[in-house]
């Protein structure tokens, strides 16, 4: 009797502090990125939430429809959490500009500020602030254990510029300087490696501090490599006074070698990740014009090396916001394909909103005449076949109802192998068919195989070797679409077109 009451105090002490705790969140994200765990969900906030009620692609403000904000986006963080994403990427959230603007609403990435939020993103139906809708939001991603990154946008919107030249970039007759073909936003001058443009560098860290407040657990800076490393390691140390756990994504990649104007000069991605950046984009958007398995295998080899050389990170960037989308490529199967690559390889999975249900992001209406504008664009700008970033648009959203099904296992299996992915050892195995790639992870006397076919055309053969397999071996079907067929310590394929294939295998460790 004695025993169970003293067990009982105990139980309680224990449990009435996690009770008092429950609310309170404390940032993990760093240590999550650096560790290859996060999922990682891109969305725009302006269409996540989104009510169209007669279908027809569009929101009519004025017809009584609901774009997308801060509290009707609070409705779809239980779909996201059973789904298994654990960290939200939300594309800017800060006022857009309208003058010289891209699409009816304006792009999400030509910032009017960097210290307000985006009146479009409020919500009409509570006494709530715009602040206190956006925190609200935060917090109950927060309560489903959901990481929030907001998007920093590299260059200002041509109306900034109106209200404060002297951030920008100009040319050798005063004009500031735009990027490449985007007519809304204007290159903000940050200075050089040994002279810092503090005007500049406060606006960020404005920046910093805001999305802070709101409760944010990190930072994409978008556009990254056109500003010095000093002006970010700068930023990012000060950011990491206040949260030593606040991650930093960048938006560059090894396979970038060059700006995107001659205006400014290119920071290459080690020099980045040395400004203390936690990761960026490796190269796997490149993935869509690879045919040969080697192409595949060497980006792999070049991630892991990052972690030995840099002990740094990167997102599985087959298909963010700037691609095309990948039921336009190679339909599900292609999806497919890059769902089980994020979920097995070291990597952080990303994905943009849409993707889980296979959405092609066509939109009827796109780069005609709108009906209505809240800006001096008189047309529906969009980028064919990518979430739409420009208007008053629908919900993401496709018909491949078995894609969500398949997310839903295949992120599940990446928290389940996580120590795998942590701890064990990445190895590529030997195939002959060069269309055809197989690699494997191992840890602990547990191994995953993955294999798969380049070509989405036609089907493919190949025979894997697996040193030290067995046949008698414990080997668990996780995805596949053919069975392989063991033979000592050969597999035998016979892959569709586009087909991956996942195993699990207990109580073996690869050599």
Same mark, same amino acid.
């Given at each position: ?31 999550? #990125? ?43 963080? *239980? ?23 891209? &699409? ?56 900034? /510029? ?122 796997? /958007? ?56 994020? =979920? ?62 398949? /997310? ?25 068919? =060069?269309?055809?790639?197989?690699? &494997? ?14 070509? #989405? ?49 207990? *109580?073996?460790?690869?050599?």
């Amino acid at each position: 009797m004695f025993n169970k009451f003293l067990l009982t105090i105990i139980m309680g002490l224990i449990f009435i502090p996690a009770v008092l705790a429950e609310d309170v969140w404390v940032n993990d994200l760093r240590s999550l #990125f650096l560790s290859n765990g996060a999922v990682i969900y891109g969305i725009n906030m302006r269409t996540f939430g989104a009510q169209d009620t007669n279908n027809d692609g569009l929101i009519e403000i004025s017809d009584g429809e609901e774009s997308g904000n801060f509290l009707n986006g609070i409705n779809r963080l *239980d779909e996201l959490q059973s789904l298994g994403i654990n960290t939200l990427h939300i594309l800017p959230i800060m006022e857009t500009g309208k003058t010289k603007a891209l &699409g009816t609403a304006g792009s999400l990435y030509a910032a009017a500020s960097f210290n307000q939020l985006n009146p479009q993103l409020k919500s009409e139906k509570t006494a709530l602030s715009l602040e206190d809708q956006a925190i609200k939001f935060i917090n109950e991603a927060h309560k489903r254990k959901i990481r929030v990154v907001i998007d920093l946008p590299a260059c200002g919107a041509y109306d900034l /510029f109106l209200k404060r030249p002297e951030l920008f970039l100009k040319d050798s007759t005063g004009q500031p300087v735009a990027p490449s073909d985007w007519t809304d936003v204007r290159i903000l001058d940050a200075g050089s490696e040994t002279n810092i443009n503090m005007d500049v560098y406060n606006l960020y860290r404005e920046f910093v501090d805001y999305v802070m407040m709101l409760g944010a657990d990190g930072i994409r800076a978008d556009v990254a490599q056109i500003k010095p490393a000093a002006f970010w390691k700068k930023l990012i140390d000060y950011s990491r006074i206040k949260d030593p756990q606040f991650m930093w994504l960048a938006e560059a990649s090894d396979s970038w070698v060059e700006s995107i104007t001659p205006a400014v000069d290119f920071t290459p991605y080690d020099k980045l990740l040395d400004a203390g950046f936690d990761g960026f984009y490796g190269s796997y /958007f490149k993935m869509k014009d690879w045919r040969n398995a080697s192409e595949f295998l060497n980006q792999v080899k070049f991630t892991n090396s990052l972690k030995k050389n840099f002990s740094k990170a990167v997102i599985g960037s087959f298909a963010t916001h700037d691609e095309l989308s990948p039921i336009l490529i190679n339909g599900v199967q292609y999806s497919e394909m890059i769902l089980w690559l994020n =979920s097995t390889l070291p990597v952080n999975a990303y994905y943009v909103d849409g993707f889980t249900s296979g959405d092609s992001y066509i939109y009827l209406w796109a780069n005609k005449k709108a009906h209505k504008t809240y800006t001096d664009d008189n047309d529906y700008f969009v980028h064919r076949g990518k979430i739409d970033i420009f208007n008053f648009s629908r919900k993401p959203g496709g018909k491949f109802i078995e894609l969500t099904k398949e /997310f839903a296992t295949a992120t599940s299996f990446k928290s389940f192998i996580r120590p795998v992915i942590v701890n064990g050892i990445y190895k590529e195995l030997k195939t002959n068919n =060069s269309e055809v790639f197989a690699y &494997g992870l191992s840890y602990n006397k547990t191994t995953v195989l993955v294999f798969g076919n380049m070509n #989405f055309r036609t089907y493919n053969d190949a025979e894997v070797k697996v040193p030290g397999y067995k046949d008698e071996m414990l080997t668990i079907p996780v995805k596949m679409d053919t069975a392989p067929i063991a033979d000592g310590s050969k597999f035998k394929l016979n892959l569709l077109p586009g087909e991956i294939q996942v195993l699990l295998i207990n *109580d073996f460790d690869l050599r």
